[in-house]
Structure formats: C-alpha cells, structure tokens
C-alpha cells in the first residue's frame, strides 16, 4: 500500500489487520477518538490507537482523522 497509508507494516484504520478498512475498525476508532489535543478535556489515545488511527500523526485521534478513516472504508489493500 502507499507509504502514506501504511505505519509499522499496518495499514492506517485497518485495526484488525484483516485487508480492509469496515465498521469493525470503526468500532475500534469509536473506542480511540479522543478529540483535539487542545481541547481543555483531552486525553491522549493509547499508543496502540494512535498507531492505527491518527492519520496525520500528531499525537490524537480526531475529526481529521475520522475524515480519513472514514474516506478509506471499503477500500481493501492491493492484493491483500
């Protein structure tokens, strides 16, 4: 998959490694949100969700992120 999509060998928002990003994923990414890192209440995200779920890497699992998820739903891995 493209570089951009994968992170230590898993592909971003697939957390049961299965091929595909489905609403089994996006029950884990309901368990992950966090919201923004700014945001008086925030707590930061597990590291095993940050590494399935925070697209652009900065630490929470947000609205960005959920945009990117939620863009990559349905679409299984090249030949995976």
């Given at each position: 998959?493209?570089?951009?999509?994968?992170r230590e060998g898993c592909l971003i928002g697939d957390e049961d490694s299965d091929g595909d990003i489905d609403m089994?994923?996006?029950r884990a990414?309901?368990?992950c949100f966090?919201?923004?890192?700014?945001?008086p209440?925030?707590?930061a995200p597990p590291s095993e969700c940050s590494i399935h779920f925070d697209f652009d890497d900065d630490g929470?699992?947000?609205l960005f992120?959920?945009?990117e998820f939620e863009?990559?739903?349905g679409n299984p891995i090249a030949g995976g």
């Open positions: 998959c493209p570089e951009s999509r994968c089994l994923d996006g990414f309901q368990e966090s919201g923004v890192k700014e945001a209440a925030y707590v929470d699992v947000d992120d959920y945009k863009g990559g739903m």
